[in-house]
């Protein structure tokens, strides 16, 4: 009886040491954790954490650890090591529900980041199920609420509604009107998405009540209405309402509604309110001093002298582009450089941490085991295997800043090669035109001494096709070069057919007129192709100028269109001698391209941007017909 008081004595002691030992860990990691400032930068709690990970020995406690250094790493923008870390919490405490929860919360945010979107909201599922396990509402509405987001990217509408109506009840539940607000917003641009314009207005109307007080809140539902009346074509009060948001906004940041101002007064054509709007939006841009305003200002401005026909305004206002152009490039690249020397940084700290971890393994078991000679060499295969670990995280590291550098060297290439190619085309295209233009006004002052009205009559004729041939060059030259650089973004919409093809025919009108040309329209009201407005234009007004001078006087041009499933046809028909065989074999070499213009090549580029393509049919002494195919509603995999 006494033996058996004794041995329960001594497992009591031994069970109540072990449970005081483990507490006194945690309270160490506690008190650690606690300590932690809150305005504490991310390095230093990365390198506080990473030391105290060398003393933890709980599998539990080091999960912990990992949980707060992962967020760190996420707060510097270092998704590979935060991911890394996140990883780490899910195999060391897969049944702490809490740490698993908070890890896939992060990693699905790291993946939408990264835009995997559909990794992401996998991540957020897995998170939002260990959330409703615990019934922890606000973590429910966060993962609710990325789920949403990722649909809504993947251009899964329905599935984004579904999901973003039972975020907005959880929200209304926790009385989160932050939450609540951000979730009308979005439900409003997923439903203008889906051309659900009416639900999408509702929203917004919810999105102005919820909003009342806060004037950049108010001023981005104000911005949202505009954008939703400009996809209804409502222009004017789309103009109205942007100006409305302009003016809580005036003090803060104008730019972006000075932005949207511009488009839709082009769109009216009202281009003097436009320039007015530009002025300010550049007067804007250089008072917050961003570089990226500037640019997406002279953006605009060149794209705007080119609508006006002010070629000189417009070459200044593309040498500003450009120039600012290559300022971002240029700070894009030097914030890639910085990102990978700090990730070099803190990863060869963290080597250097699990080097130290290591070597003090190596060390206590050397004075524990010192006259033992197979602890000896364990000791040194340990230590071989630290150093080699550590040399190959460098090699590595210093490999995948090296590959990164060398893409950037390659893209500048690539970028020279363009600017090169982009004058010597230049050269070559106006080459022909300038020579005639010389030759006309070479041989004038001779002929005008004794020529009469009718040779003064002919030659003036002459003077001016030649000149409009020049213009017209230069029109293609300008447009293919916007195009080859990427100055030219795409912005598809919804275009009327009829509206589009009547402005082209207004505004070649007088070179039709020129030559005895009419032109017919057989565009039905109601065909509609989504696409970008300024492309589809430019390669309308390329055709039918093509049509127009190759048509013989008193012939007749059509401009027509149809659909078909869901395509719509835009095309131009002539009835004069047929077209040459090099302007039908755009799919030849470089050089053919070159003979003829880059003219179809422009086209041919403008219309397969926008998930089209361009087509010619010809017979001899028949005529030709030019036409391309656009889509007729929004593509998700193409936009």
Not at 134 to 140: E, I, Q
Not at 214 to 238: P, V
Not at 566 to 572: H, P, W
Request: glycine residues 6%; hydrophobic residues 40%; proline residues 3%.
């Amino acid at each position: 009886m006494g033996r058996r008081c004794i041995v329960v004595l001594i497992v009591s002691v031994w069970i109540a040491a072990s449970i005081v030992a483990t507490a006194q860990v945690k309270t160490a990691v506690d008190s650690l954790l606690e300590t932690l400032p809150s305005d504490a930068t991310p390095e230093s709690v990365i390198s506080r954490l990473s030391q105290a990970m060398l003393q933890t020995p709980e599998l539990h406690d080091q999960a912990r650890v990992h949980d707060r250094v992962a967020f760190a790493f996420s707060e510097l923008g270092l998704t590979d090591s935060a991911s890394v870390h996140a990883w780490n919490v899910l195999r060391l405490a897969p049944e702490d529900r809490v740490l698993c929860a908070r890890a896939y919360a992060l990693l699905g945010h790291l993946a939408f980041r990264t835009n995997a979107w559909r990794q992401s909201g996998e991540l957020y599922g897995y998170a939002g199920r260990l959330y409703e396990l615990m019934v922890d509402k606000p973590g429910m509405l966060e993962a609710l609420t990325y789920q949403a987001r990722s649909d809504k990217q993947m251009g899964y509408y329905a599935a984004a509604i579904e999901k973003y109506d039972h975020a907005r009840d959880l929200a209304l539940e926790l009385h989160d009107m932050k939450a609540e607000r951000e979730l009308v917003f979005e439900m409003a641009e997923v439903f203008r998405s889906m051309g659900r314009f009416s639900d999408a207005e509702d929203y917004l109307k919810l999105a102005l009540e919820l909003s009342e007080g806060d004037t950049l809140r108010l001023a981005r539902a104000r911005r949202e209405l505009g954008a939703l009346q400009e996809d209804r074509f409502q222009y004017r009060e789309a103009r109205s309402t942007y100006a409305e948001a302009l003016n809580w906004v005036r003090n803060t940041d104008p730019f972006p509604l000075y932005h949207d101002l511009i488009r839709v007064s082009q769109l009216l054509m009202a281009l003097d309110t436009a320039s007015l709007y530009a002025d300010s939006s550049e007067v804007a841009a250089l008072q917050s001093g961003s570089i990226r305003y500037l640019r997406d200002c002279y953006q605009t401005r060149y794209l705007l002298s080119e609508q006006l026909k002010d070629s000189a305004n417009a070459y200044i206002f593309l040498l500003k582009y450009k120039a600012f152009d290559d300022s971002v490039r240029r700070m894009d690249a030097e914030t890639n450089i910085r990102n990978v020397r700090s990730e070099l940084f803190l990863g060869a700290s963290e080597a250097a941490v699990r080097t130290a971890e290591l070597q003090g393994i190596l060390a206590d078991t050397r004075a524990r085991n010192l006259k033992n000679e197979q602890t000896l060499t364990m000791l040194a295969i340990g230590l071989g295997f630290a150093l080699a670990t550590f040399v190959s995280l460098w090699y590595f590291t210093r490999r995948r800043s090296l590959e990164r550098l060398r893409i950037l060297h390659a893209e500048h290439q690539e970028l020279i090669v363009k600017n090169s190619k982009l004058f010597a085309v230049v050269a070559k295209e106006l080459q022909g035109p300038v020579t005639n233009f010389e030759n006309l006004t070479r041989s004038m002052p001779a002929l005008l001494k004794d020529a009469k009205p009718n040779e003064l009559k002919g030659m003036s004729s002459n003077l001016h096709v030649s000149a409009q041939e020049l213009h017209q060059t230069l029109q293609e030259l300008l447009d293919w070069a916007v195009a080859q650089s990427g100055a030219l973004p795409l912005r598809p919409q919804l275009l009327s057919c009829a509206r589009l093809a009547e402005e082209t025919k207004t505004e070649l009108q007088a070179w039709a007129d020129e030559h005895g040309v009419s032109t017919d329209l057989l565009v039905p009201e109601g065909v509609t192709a989504f696409a970008d407005r300024v492309m589809i234009k430019i390669a309308l007004r390329t055709l039918l100028h093509r049509a127009i001078q190759q048509s013989q006087e008193g012939q007749t041009v059509t401009l027509f269109s149809g659909k078909k499933d869901e395509l719509v046809t835009i095309g131009v028909r002539y009835h004069g001698n047929g077209a040459d065989s090099n302007a039908l074999s755009w799919e030849q070499a470089e050089g053919a391209q070159r003979e003829k213009g880059v003219g179809l090549p422009l086209c041919r580029d403008l219309v397969r941007r926008n998930a089209g393509d361009l087509y010619a049919e010809s017979r001899e002494g028949e005529g030709a017909t030019y036409y391309f195919t656009l889509p007729a509603q929004p593509l998700v995999s193409g936009f």
